[in-house]
């Protein structure tokens, strides 16, 4: 089975903290994605990656960014936590095709 | 662009009720098609997924046809339980990339 696993399932930080959010997945996948949930909202693109060191922005890049040094692991970094950050977390990874996805990190920024 | 458009929830249905959650989308050429199943808690699960006009997916009792005359993929089980009870996804992703689109969800409860 594919397994993608994140650092975290809850996560509390404070307004200006730099956080970091870790994504690995074990199925030697060319693609990794970030994702945040919002109630109404859905799933909403951050950033996606192709292959090591590549980075692609989605949607809502703004506040974000990426690391991808080894295939296996995506990182999503917020430089300059804010409350409107406040969210769940969703990294997949894929093929080609399908998406798996993590259990979610949910992080408050107060 | 492409985009998926579900239902508004929430649902609340009793046990053994049929369930239809509608999807559509809007997307050039030929896209796959995906549900999801998001339990309380937990991240994003595939339920099924169609890969071409006609074709049904199923899974765990679930059905959905690829309607490409009404742009749609709508979800349908006979009669639910108890444990469907989670929040639905409708998905496409287009054949020539990686990035895929996703409705904004509908929540269902299923009540005893």
């Known amino acids: 089975d594919v397994k993608v696993t994140q650092s975290s399932r809850y996560l509390v930080k404070r307004t200006g903290e730099k956080v970091f959010l870790e994504c690995v997945q074990d199925?030697?996948?060319?693609?990794m994605f970030w994702y945040r949930q919002d109630p109404g909202l859905g799933l909403r693109l951050i950033y996606f990656?192709?292959?090591?060191?590549?980075?692609e922005k989605g949607d809502i890049p703004e506040g974000y960014s990426v690391s991808r040094e080894k295939k296996e692991r995506f990182s999503l970094i917020l430089e300059s936590a804010s409350t409107n950050q406040t969210s769940m977390y969703l990294c997949?990874?894929?093929?080609?095709?399908?998406?798996?996805f993590g259990p979610g990190t949910r992080l408050t920024v107060l | 662009g492409d985009s998926v458009t579900q239902m508004e929830g929430p649902v609340t249905l009793s046990e053994e009720a049929f369930l239809t959650i509608n999807c559509t989308y809007t997307?050039?050429?030929?896209?796959?098609l995906f549900w999801y199943v998001q339990y309380p808690g937990e991240g994003l699960q595939l339920l099924l997924k169609a890969t071409k006009a006609d074709d049904k997916g199923s899974n765990k009792g679930f059905e959905a046809t690829y309607r490409k005359e009404t742009t749609s993929f709508h979800l349908e089980k006979g009669s639910v339980q108890v444990s469907d009870s989670a929040v639905y996804f409708c998905a496409l992703r287009q054949n020539t990339g990686n990035q895929f689109y996703f409705g904004t969800g509908t929540s269902l409860t299923v009540i005893p």
């Open positions: 997949a990874s894929s093929p080609t095709g399908t998406q798996f």
């Open positions: 997307a050039t050429g030929y896209p796959s």
């Open positions: 990656s192709y292959d090591v060191k590549m980075k």
């Open positions: 199925m030697d996948h060319e693609n």
